[in-house]
């Protein structure tokens, strides 16, 4: 299985709700990544898990809570977004994080729009 | 600071040609160099690395090259189909540090029938 899921493809949600973003692998990936994407801009990192552990946050705002509850889910819990925080949200795998030369494997995103 | 760029302009190309991409960067040292194609609302899907001490790679109708001397990448579609139609993105990573990578903001590619 070389495929990443994640679900839900889209999400609707007020400034006020509490909601998460799910992301799976059975590659045997030790390294997963969330980034965000706005329209025709090139994906920008927010997190990296390595070994299940945080070791990279880009400066995100606290709205945004990663967690990795084991080596192969990847969870982006998401509370009091604003409207600027609608983007396609993707969520990526790779062998290794611990140096580069590894190629990173994406799903197919979450299109999430805060009204 | 780190700059990565790629044309902003989409090129359009008819299809049996060789379309060629360039990825310039500037302030950076990158180990490795990966190429890869998104199509719209969908994730990036990878298509080819390179590494610094590598001149050339190909695969299939892909070919990449790097130079870092001139701190270049240039990256051919052979024979292109309008099945190619798609931004391309190039990244650029160091040798350490998380697997980090640093996108272009791509170029997009339309192949006219």
């Known amino acids: 299985d070389t495929e990443v899921t994640q679900t839900p493809k889209h999400l609707v949600m007020g400034m006020t709700n509490k909601k998460s973003l799910k992301c799976e692998q059975h590659m045997g990936h030790r390294a997963m990544y969330w980034y965000k994407q706005k329209a025709k801009k090139p994906p920008e990192l927010m997190f990296v898990y390595s070994y299940e552990k945080l070791s990279i946050n880009e400066s995100v705002p606290s709205r945004f809570s990663p967690e990795c509850p084991n080596s192969s889910l990847l969870n982006l819990h998401l509370h009091a977004l604003q409207p600027e925080d609608s983007a396609l949200y993707l969520c990526?795998?790779?062998?290794?994080?611990?140096?580069?030369?590894?190629?990173?494997?994406f799903g197919p995103g979450t299109r999430l729009t805060v009204l | 600071s780190q700059k990565i760029e790629q044309n902003s302009e989409a090129l359009n190309i008819q299809e049996g040609k060789t379309a060629t991409l360039t990825c310039n960067y500037t302030?950076?040292?990158?180990?490795?160099l990966q190429w890869y194609r998104q199509d719209p609302g969908r994730g990036p899907v990878f298509l080819l690395l390179i590494r610094e001490n590598e001149k050339e790679k190909r695969k299939e109708r892909l070919k990449v090259t790097f130079d870092t001397t001139l701190k270049q990448s240039l990256f051919h579609i052979t024979a292109s189909q309008p099945a190619d139609s798609a931004t391309y993105l190039c990244a650029l990573s160091l040798r350490y540090g998380n697997n980090r990578l640093a996108f272009g903001k791509g170029n997009q590619v339309v192949v006219i029938p």
């Open positions: 302030n950076y040292s990158p180990a490795y």
């Open positions: 990526a795998s790779s062998q290794s994080g611990l140096r580069g030369g590894n190629e990173q494997f």
